[in-house]
Structure formats: C-alpha cells, structure tokens
C-alpha cells in the first residue's frame, strides 16, 4: 500500500501566497511545517510497531525501509521538536537526523536529551526544561537562523492511556550507552506543548501554531500570558484526541484557551502497524462520537477544523485561513 501523497505544485502555486504556511501531517505527532523558504518539524512517526510487539522485554526498532518510503523530503529542516520521549514519538528520530535531516537540531526534554545521546551529537540535542514556560511563568523564545521561526515550549502533562493508569512513564538523568531496545526503555520524561511563531520581515507574527502529542491536565499545557508584545490570538491549534477521557476537562480547556482560528486533529488514527490498513482508523479504545460532540461544542463560533489524512498536506494563508488540503 502506497499512503505517501504528492501534492500538486502548480495548483499550489497558484492559491499559496509568498506568507503562506504549509503543514504536512506525518502520522502520530509528526508534522512538517514550512514557511518562506525555511522547515521545522515535529517527531514523526512511522515504524508504529503491532499492537502485540510493544511488551515491556519484547524489541523494537525504527523500520528504515518503511521511513525511506513514507517520509517526505527534510534535508531542510532546521529543528525538530519533541512533545515527549515515548517510542511513537522518538524512536524513528536517531534515523532521521542521521540520514535525512542531517543538519537538524533536536529540542525537548532532558530525558530526550539523555535517550538520544548514543546515535546523536550533543551539539545538535537540546533540553528545554530549564526555558519552558510553567503555568503563569512564560518561558523562552528559541529561533532559527533566519530568525523567521520561533517556539517556546509549555510544561504539560501526558493523559494516562486507560484506567486512569499511565505507562512508560519515567525519565533519565544520565546519558543512554545505547537506543532503547523495547517500548518501556522510551521514558516518558517532561511532556512539552509548544507554541511555534513564523514572522515577517518586521517581525509581525502572521502565523501562531499550538501543537502538543498528548491530551493534557490543566492548568500544565495552557498558554500562559504572554508579554504584551508576544500578545496573540493563536491561528492554529494542533491536539489530539488519544486518551482524551482520562484527564478533566480536555478538550474543551486548552480550546477555550487558545480560541484557535483553525483547530487540527493530530494523533488522531490507530498507528498500530497502520501500513498495513486500507483505511486509517481512529485510534482504539477511544469513544469518538464523546470526542467529537464536546470537540464541536467547545469550537468558538468563528472558527473551523480539519483531521488530515496520513501524509496530506493543508496550505494556510496568515491568521489561520484554510486554502487548501492535497
């Protein structure tokens, strides 16, 4: 089965202005984003193992022919962030950075930090807790080098995955001698939400994006008020509906915080061994007609939403306006 989608570059070209912002949903918590000539991304995922393959002594690794296939082109991509250290999100990082995006810059948590150090350079692995925002504290902007791109991250919290009970939790305090070679060995560590600016030339933020990989308590994973300057209305909010139930009041808190002019369902499809599916199902164990129905009567009035497809690709004009998915 072929799942990865090709956009079409001349129709894009003809609706997609010189400020416009693409995001290409890479599965899971992976999105690829691009803006005025430059590429961030959020760890992606695509090995995602069978559900029967993730005991805690059974071995996994990252699937390098399945990422050869699947994944786009990121030779340019500057940074990658990481929401928190789980296998569905890190463990198909090391290759990555190794082979495709071989210039970039990881940022997440010390636990981050301390897994990945046997596969990559310390200069390019960069831990945030001491610079993320925490409840009404706000934290530090990190920019690229065209210093058109900025994020900071938000202390969160990860939902617990059934019965209120929470697995692979943990975190490291020392560098790994080698990759994790099982699903429990990925330590949860500190989980990050992040807020992520592409600016103009003058500095104007014509794009706000609030991402995170995993359903969150409140207060941890809110935006916390912000300097007056920094001061925006959130254009698009990326969340998710895994493990939605097992926290309070989600996912109405973090919608009535940000007011997102554009909400995307992330993490939204069952990434059990998905290569082999015909169809992308939602993820299991997850009531979605509840979902769905609290979902739509948070959704402030004037704004709108999509759950993209694996691979496809939505184009958005500044402050949140949907163009066009291909």
Do not use: C
Request: aromatic share 12%; charged share 20%.
């Amino acid at each position: 089965m072929t799942i990865y989608h090709q956009p079409d570059r001349e129709s894009i070209k003809k609706i997609f202005p010189p400020d416009g912002l693409s995001i290409q949903y890479l599965g899971v918590g992976g999105h690829l984003f691009r803006f005025a000539g430059q590429a961030i991304m959020t760890a992606p995922s695509i090995t995602n193992p069978h559900f029967m393959a993730l005991g805690p002594f059974m071995p996994i690794k990252a699937n390098h022919q399945l990422i050869d296939r699947f994944l786009p082109p990121v030779d340019d991509v500057e940074s990658i962030l990481v929401g928190h250290a789980h296998y569905d999100h890190l463990m198909d990082v090391p290759y990555i950075m190794q082979t495709k995006a071989t210039n970039a810059h990881v940022y997440g948590s010390k636990t981050m930090m301390h897994t990945l150090a046997p596969s990559i350079k310390k200069a390019r692995r960069h831990s945030l807790n001491e610079t993320m925002a925490e409840l009404d504290k706000p934290g530090s902007w990190h920019y690229n080098k065209s210093k058109n791109i900025r994020f900071m991250a938000l202390k969160s919290t990860h939902a617990p995955h059934f019965m209120g009970i929470n697995i692979m939790t943990g975190k490291y305090e020392e560098d790994l001698e080698s990759l994790p070679w099982h699903a429990f060995g990925w330590k949860e560590g500190q989980p990050l939400a992040y807020l992520i600016d592409f600016l103009a030339e003058d500095n104007q933020i014509l794009h706000r994006v609030f991402y995170q990989d995993s359903a969150s308590q409140e207060p941890l994973g809110l935006i916390p008020k912000l300097a007056k300057e920094d001061q925006k209305r959130v254009d698009i909010a990326i969340i998710t509906p895994a493990s939605f139930s097992q926290v309070d009041n989600y996912p109405e808190g973090i919608m009535h915080n940000s007011q997102a002019k554009h909400f995307i369902l992330g993490h939204w499809e069952d990434f059990f061994a998905n290569q082999e599916k015909e169809e992308q199902q939602f993820v299991r164990a997850i009531n979605s007609k509840e979902f769905f129905e609290r979902f739509n009567k948070a959704l402030p009035s004037d704004s709108n939403w999509t759950m993209p497809q694996l691979y496809h690709t939505q184009y958005f004009a500044p402050q949140g306006n949907l163009l066009s998915t291909q």
